[in-house]
């Protein structure tokens, strides 16, 4: 199978080329990207999404649309601390280009170097649970919270990944599902509200997921349902990892409670993703895409610096 690219300039430099991941897994489209609208809306609409790869796109629309357009890139989603901390970078630069590409290229070292980290976390037969997408697309290669995995597999070692769907956008089922079997991995894919029975019959060795925002007192924003998938994990005495680069943490939040959260329209719970509406017109809906795991609930955050154990 071949390497899915998520992000890549094109050749001439003046538009960004990307996977419409809204798309997988059963169309591969590549889309391009020339206008302020098209990339602030590319974000917006997850066509892009994961933090450190939305941070990477950031960094190219900046190159190519100019400093002046860094408020509206930042503004397209409030939550992952990558978006903000790349366009902060290129606003800084003295040589955009140059920039961009280093920022994509340090992401690729931290993913590999996260991902050796992470393996030295688990063994041979294992079995993981994992959440939202935290692979190669949400990134630039190999992933976070499926780096491991990933960097296992390449070395014949195998593990029973457990997926879940991760409701509403499915960024589990579709996405991690694709990207684990790609891989090689043995995947089973279960819905949201099955962990708890997973975890209780004793297929569960180690929860790893990757994280959108970190603060500075450990808490951890990832995609809704994380936080959930650590109390099960504390229940049960299983390890709960949380995967990111240092360029995740943002030691301008003390605490998960300065975290916006961002808040994503009731459409994507009531049709999105199927045939017909599932839920009566007009419905009043709530859609958080994140959630905030305390530090307590978290056995260690793994970067390309280390595995940082909480002491208790
Ligand atoms: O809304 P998404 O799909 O951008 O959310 C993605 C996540 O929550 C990921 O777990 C997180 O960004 C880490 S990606 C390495």
């Not at 499926?146 to 457990?162: D, H, Q, S, T, Y």
Request: proline letters at 4%.
């Amino acid at each position: 199978m071949q390497e899915l690219v998520n992000i890549r300039l094109s050749d001439d430099e003046n538009s960004i080329i990307i996977l419409d991941q809204r798309l997988l897994p059963n169309k591969i489209e590549y889309i391009e990207l020339r206008t302020a609208e098209e990339m602030y809306d590319a974000i917006k609409l997850l066509k892009v999404r994961g933090a450190p790869a939305i941070g990477i796109f950031a960094a190219y629309a900046i190159f190519i649309l100019g400093r002046e357009y860094a408020d509206y890139i930042k503004s397209a989603r409030p939550t992952a601390v990558n978006l903000q901390w790349a366009v902060d970078r290129m606003v800084n630069a003295s040589d955009l280009l140059a920039e961009c590409k280093a920022i994509h290229q340090e992401d690729i070292t931290m993913c590999r170097a996260i991902s050796e980290n992470g393996l030295k976390l688990i063994k041979n037969g294992d079995g993981v649970l994992t959440h939202c997408n935290a692979g190669p697309l949400a990134t630039s290669k190999y992933g976070t919270g499926l780096g491991p995995l990933i960097l296992g597999a390449e070395r014949n070692m195998r593990f029973n990944v457990f997926v879940d769907e991760t409701r509403p956008l499915l960024q589990g089922s579709r996405i991690t599902a694709l990207e684990l079997i790609n891989a090689g991995l043995d995947v089973t894919l279960i819905c949201d509200n099955m962990a708890n029975t997973v975890m209780k019959q004793g297929k569960i060795n180690a929860v790893f997921v990757g994280a959108d925002r970190v603060a500075a007192n450990g808490d951890v924003a990832n995609k809704i349902g994380t936080s959930g998938l650590a109390v099960l994990a504390k229940r049960y005495g299983i390890p709960f990892y949380v995967f990111c680069p240092s360029s995740t943490i943002d030691m301008s939040c003390k605490t998960g409670s300065d975290i916006v959260i961002e808040e994503r329209s009731s459409d994507e719970i009531t049709r999105l993703y199927f045939a017909e509406p599932v839920a009566p017109v007009g419905v009043k809906c709530f859609n958080p895409a994140f959630d905030v795991t305390e530090a307590e609930l978290i056995t260690a955050v793994i970067t390309e610096k280390g595995t940082f154990i909480k002491q208790s």
